[in-house]
């Protein structure tokens, strides 16, 4: 899973990381996706769009929490920001 989420970085957004923790899983049940949920810090690499990635950078916590508008992932970036959730399974 680590390797996974390593190339799936790199391969979004140009950008090689070092996971630093396994902070839990969400889990859609209906449509049978199982999303694994780290935390990482950046080790190198050239920030890169994609086609899965239409802006690349780095921000503030907050300023970055305010452009997550996509479903639950505000959500899932909060439980992986705070300790005292982790670890965890949600299931929606």
Known sequence: ???????ETKEES????????????????NASICNTLFLA???GGEPTTS???LEIGY???????????WGNFRQRIDYCLNDEMQPFCIEF
Request: proline letters at 5%; aromatic letters at 8%.
């Open 1 to 7: 899973m680590k390797k996974a989420a390593i190339r």
């Open 14 to 29: 140009g950008i090689d990381i070092e996971i630093t923790k396994f902070c839990g899983v969400f889990q859609n049940i």
């Open 41 to 43: 810090r950046p080790i």
């Open 51 to 53: 086609i899965e990635s």
């Open 59 to 69: 921000f503030p916590i907050e300023k970055a929490l305010e452009m997550v508008t």
